[in-house]
């Protein structure tokens, strides 16, 4: 997967582009979460446009990589990416939540086909990607494809997270990858304060599962991390990426008090205002 100075730009604009969009479905919505999306945007970004085998024209193919997202509430950065990928129109972005919608608070598969999974109980995600990549082994699949698991780090909280771990690492399965948000926030606080999760790398080592550890917003470094666990044969892998919540508004990053809430008008104008800058700034570094 090759990743050209050219595409890493294309990246960085697109991904900023989807945090625009972030803000402003929010804003619309009223309520919502807006640290976790925003931290996830580079890695949102990066899959959809370059790792995962897709096509937003036809979304039931068959062959196509699985993702799940365990951790719903950050469904704001999945529809944003996906409507800029080309799966709905960029216009629906603004119902989110709002009745009838299909973009539910939560993502539903029933309202929109186009998700692998519902979610929004925290500690699923996990449990159903390992059942998925435990049914392509048996069907004979699980060298064509993988299954991909985001995943946040304050959801390891959930016992039933450790089970779905202790299950894949027992089954050495090699086509599935899990992402972990490590953004170091949950909705009451920070999570060494609530439920110490360190040493996250040692349990998940423990469970027989290969560990990579990356920033989770340099596109390169990230490429290289999902190549490395694409070329793990004999367990599973996770990756714990290391985000900044709230990235690419300063006022947001690093503060947990906006894990669970939308930005108002005044703060939506101010988001959208410096992001319009970064946007520019990284099309001038880039010229």
Not at 52 to 81: F, M, Q
Request: proline fraction near 5%; hydrophobic fraction near 35%.
């Amino acid at each position: 997967m090759l990743l050209t100075e050219e595409k890493i730009k294309e990246l960085e604009i697109k991904a900023n582009e989807i945090r625009k969009s972030i803000i402003e479905m929010l804003l619309v919505a009223g309520s919502g979460h807006t640290a976790g999306p925003l931290g996830m945007a580079d890695i949102f970004t990066l899959f959809y446009f370059h790792i995962l085998k897709l096509d937003p024209k036809k979304p039931d193919w068959e062959e196509r990589d699985r993702l799940v997202l365990s951790n719903g509430h950050i469904c704001p950065v999945l529809y944003a990416t996906m409507a800029h990928a080309g799966y709905f129109p960029l216009e629906e972005l603004k119902t989110l939540r709002k009745f009838g919608t299909r973009l539910q608070g939560h993502p539903h598969r029933e309202y929109l086909p186009y998700l692998e999974t519902s979610s929004g109980p925290l500690g699923l995600g996990l449990s159903q990607a390992t059942g998925m990549a435990l049914a392509d082994r048996m069907d004979g699949k699980d060298k064509d494809r993988f299954i991909y698991c985001f995943m946040s780090d304050g959801e390891h909280d959930e016992g039933n997270t450790w089970e779905a771990i202790m299950l894949a690492g027992k089954n050495k399965l090699r086509n599935l990858i899990a992402v972990v948000d490590r953004n170091n926030i949950q909705i009451d606080g920070f999570t060494e304060n609530i439920m110490p999760l360190e040493p996250l790398v040692d349990k998940w080592r423990a469970f027989n599962w290969h560990v990579v550890e990356v920033g989770g917003h340099d596109f390169r470094t990230l490429n290289e991390a999902v190549e490395e666990a694409q070329a793990i044969y004999e367990k599973p892998t996770v990756i714990i990426s290391h985000n900044i919540p709230g990235k690419g508004v300063h006022e947001f990053e690093r503060d947990y008090k906006w894990h669970g809430k939308p930005p108002n008008k005044e703060e939506a104008k101010m988001a959208l205002h410096e992001l319009r800058t970064l946007g520019g700034k990284i099309r001038s570094e880039h010229q």
